[in-house]
């Protein structure tokens, strides 16, 4: 690019313009990413021409003919003629143009002129720079806060994320300021970086700018530094990352690109630690608490008395984590150093110490301090003691609902149990810091919350995986017994709440049996509680909605009834379908004379009493008993935690009820989450759907009543609904087998039910996927009585309760692959 740039301006007559005038002084300079030569395919050219005195007509014209072959050629040029001081106050006034004015290099014209420019813009520098500094903090603090987020961690950012190119050039910005250091490798001479760090940032940094060179190129040259999903396979192919008997060529690609933010996001916050500590040296802090020997306190770090300390004793560096932990302190950028060559270099010494086991589960038992916790991670200290670790470092989860690399998540997840047993949930959810205080032995949840996701360092089923692990480890820390069989039994069951809530009727109490029957007793229901409310929290705010915790409270508290030995774990079904109707028939006393409500209740079916909240019964009672000739009645209530509304109708009954609801739903964009429907001897419909609420909550109301509308103009087919459904866009974005997301795929299930026979579909979402479905399975000759549906991003997974027309279940083998064909077929 320097070649085609300068061959422009020499063709124009810059050179020639320059000796023309009495005095050298126009500079032609490179700008930003291009001054850095670091461009990229997309990136923009910016260019500066400095210059001292008049500028003539002529000049300018011979600057724009420079100009405009690179506009021809379609490239994004940016420039801007100024004089010295002109750039200075530019720069001085706006830390964008102050970072690129840094990055200058000199391309064409007077080079005494240049060096003129360069000593007058860095003597500046040199006399603000006590300001620039609070710039500099301000600036990395406000990419932080955005960066931080957790939806740039499934697709980074690799210019400006945590991490990025971006960290890098902080840190060369910062070193040329205050170490005169022309480029970051020649910071060398500080006791900043060793040779080593320094090379592995050169690679990091080459690596990263190959991947921003693609991600330009799938763009079509244009500017794109977001690593979306959609690139990860084609760039990861690009990049010869071929896939493994464990991994996609995305997943290691991935691990590959984690790796590298990670060692530059881990080596920035520890130089501006170093820059802190080197600028702004300052005297000892007095000590608020008793430190290890050999260790002082300097500016809220623990650090090293002298150099070579830890060399004599390793065991002090447990010893500093474990004080920082509890004290909320962090470790100094030298203590770091040197920590982490001794761990790489001593580990098998430090393991043979009689207190290392003691003081490591110290650490990880009681995790006060996040940044030690991922400090430990970092320099390899779990992964020291845990060399199981290792095998999920940097480790990659290609899913939309992971937000972070397997290690992290799992060091997230302790960080979460710690805010639960403080009560830092409790304005959301105090019933989590509730059970906590209820625990005989919190250890266990820490345990398995470090150890959850162990096994996806290896093939299988990871839950099973580490499950079989866990004793090896507690075994290796010292651990045994009732305890290692506990964690362990965590751990192979960790998800096991969360799937039967989202994937199960919850109302069927054989759900619930087969939960209790699992975890035995109420201690381990109160830890497998947590851990999947903390696993939850720590995947992400797609694992996380207010409504899935709520599913998953809901299924606490009915396996607890169970398991104390309530009116749900009575075999006596009689008994308790008679409790339920002399409750309703109380509720409805007032209201309405005892024949109506008894001829109503001949004609309900007994699944419907055992398996409906006395709420729910009783409104739909109202709705029948007052709806007259209507075609459709219904009820709302609008969740006070969740943004979700429940529906509850009353309706004809009729073939494919459930598609045309999911119609009208989807016609309006709302998703069902849920729908439970009971058919009475009668001809009508009791149904209950949770869906969320309407998009402008403003208009709620109005939005309710078009949808009732709609709704009873369907069931009467005054509606081409297919035809309406169709029309709205369908983007299909299918992730299965293209980005690394399972495969689409239906599954039959006859067990898990009494009555029913469950479907469970995954696929890639679109508009009117599941009206699709429904309609798909009405055509088989199903009925659908209950339904579960989440639809996340790009991701649909459904459970499906269906009976054939005589009410029975699907059990022929014929019949149940004509299912799998017809369904599979249908969300293609």
């Given amino acids: 690019m320097d070649r085609f740039i300068r061959s422009l301006f020499l063709q124009a007559g810059f050179r020639q313009r320059v000796k023309e005038l009495q005095e050298e002084r126009l500079a032609l300079v490179a700008l930003g990413s291009y001054g850095r030569r670091e461009l990229c395919l997309g990136s923009d050219i910016d260019l500066m021409i400095v210059y001292r005195g008049g500028l003539s007509p002529e000049m300018k014209q011979v600057i724009l003919r420079g100009l405009y072959p690179l506009w021809d050629a379609d490239l994004e040029v940016g420039y801007n003629i100024v004089t010295i001081q002109e750039c200075i106050h530019l720069a001085m006034n706006d830390f964008r143009v102050l970072t690129s004015v840094m990055d200058a290099r000199f391309m064409l014209g007077s080079r005494v002129f240049y060096r003129q420019f360069e000593e007058a813009f860095w003597s500046r520098i040199e006399r603000e720079k006590g300001s620039l500094l609070k710039q500099f903090l301000a600036a990395k603090q406000k990419r932080e806060e955005k960066y931080e987020s957790q939806s740039y961690f499934v697709e980074p950012d690799i210019k400006e994320g945590l991490g990025g190119l971006r960290d890098l050039h902080f840190m060369a910005w910062m070193a040329r300021i205050y170490f005169k250091a022309r480029r970051l490798n020649l910071i060398k001479r500080y006791p900043v970086f060793s040779h080593f760090d320094l090379d592995k940032l050169g690679y990091s940094k080459g690596f990263l700018l190959k991947v921003r060179n693609h991600l330009h190129h799938l763009a079509n040259g244009r500017k794109q530094d977001l690593l979306l999903l959609s690139f990860q396979r084609e760039i990861s192919h690009a990049l010869g990352y071929k896939d493994g008997p464990r991994e996609t060529g995305p997943e290691r690609f991935m691990r590959s690109l984690y790796l590298h933010l990670n060692r530059i996001r881990f080596r920035n916050e520890e130089f501006y630690v170093k820059v802190m500590d080197i600028i702004d040296p300052r005297p000892i802090e007095p000590l608020s608490t008793e430190l290890p020997p050999g260790f002082q306190m300097m500016k809220g770090n623990i650090v090293l008395k002298r150099e070579g300390l830890l060399q004599q004793s390793p065991l002090l560096i447990l010893k500093a984590f474990s004080e920082a932990n509890q004290q909320g302190f962090f470790l100094g ?138 004793p090896r480890i507690l075994k290796r820390l010292g651990i045994n017994g009732g305890t290692s069989q506990v964690v362990s039994l965590l751990v192979k069951h960790h998800l096991l709440l969360v799937r039967v809530s989202q994937r199960r009727d919850l109302n069927d109490e054989k759900t619930s049996v087969q939960v209790a029957q699992t975890i035995q007793n109420i201690e381990t229901l109160r830890l497998l509680f947590l851990l999947a409310v903390a696993d939850s929290i720590a995947t992400g705010p797609l694992a996380n909605s207010e409504w899935k915790t709520m599913l998953i409270i809901e299924l606490f508290f009915k396996v607890r009834r169970i398991l104390e030995g309530g009116l749900l774990a009575s075999p006596d079904a009689t008994k308790r379908l008679e409790h339920n109707k002399r409750q309703l028939r109380e509720r409805l006393k007032p209201e309405f004379p005892r024949k109506d409500i008894q001829n109503l209740m001949d004609q309900v079916s007994t699944r419907y009493f055992l398996s409906n909240p006395l709420e729910d019964m009783a409104e739909h009672f109202r709705l029948a008993l007052t709806m007259g000739k209507q075609r459709l009645s219904w009820t709302l209530q609008k969740l006070k935690d969740a943004p979700v509304t429940r529906v509850i109708l009353c309706t004809h009954d009729m073939p494919g009820l459930f598609s045309k609801m999911v119609g009208v739903f989807t016609l309006n964009n709302i998703k069902v989450l849920s729908a439970n429907i009971f058919t009475l001897k009668n001809g009508l419909a009791f149904d209950v759907y949770e869906v969320t609420n309407p998009l402008d909550p403003y208009r709620e109301e109005k939005m309710w009543s ?122 293609e």
């Avoid at 030690?372 to 480790?395: D, Q, S, T, V, Y």
């Fill in 706 to 827: 078009k949808i009732q509308d709609e709704a009873l103009q369907v069931i009467e087919d005054q509606i081409p609904l297919g035809e309406l459904i169709s029309k709205k866009e369908r983007q299909v974005f299918s992730l299965g087998e293209d980005y690394g997301y399972p495969p689409k795929k239906v599954k039959i299930d006859n067990e898990a039910s009494d009555f029913f026979t469950i479907v469970e579909v995954s696929a890639g979402d679109r508009i009117g996927l599941l009206y699709d479905l429904a309609k798909e399975v009405f055509s088989l000759g199903l009925d659908i009585r209950f339904a579960k549906v989440n639809a996340d991003k790009e991701r649909m997974s459904g459970v499906f309760y269906v009976r054939d027309s005589g009410g029975e279940k699907i059990l022929e083998e014929e019949q149940i692959q004509k299912m799998k064909r017809e369904i599979m077929s249908a969300i």
């Fill in 333 to 470: 950028s030298g203590f770091i150093w040197e920590a982490s060559k001794i761990i790489a270099t001593q580990g098998e010494k430090i393991l043979g110490m009689p207190e290392a086991k003691e003081l490591f589960l110290r650490i990880i038992l009681k995790p006060r301090n996040p940044k030690i916790l991922r400090l430990a991670l970092n320099i390899g200290l779990i992964g020291l003691f845990i060399p199981e670790f290792k095998k999920i470092r940097n480790l990659a989860q290609f899913d939309y609902y992971h937000v972070e690399t397997v290690d992290l998540h799992s060091v997230k997840t302790l960080e979460v149990i710690h805010d639960i047993s403080t009560g830092a949930h409790d304005d959301r959810w105090p019933l989590f810091q509730k059970i906590y205080s209820e625990l005989e032995n919190p250890d266990l949840l820490f345990l398995a919350g470090l150890l959850h996701d162990i096994g996806k360092g290896y093939s299988g089923d990871h839950a099973e995986r580490g499950a079989w692990l866990v």
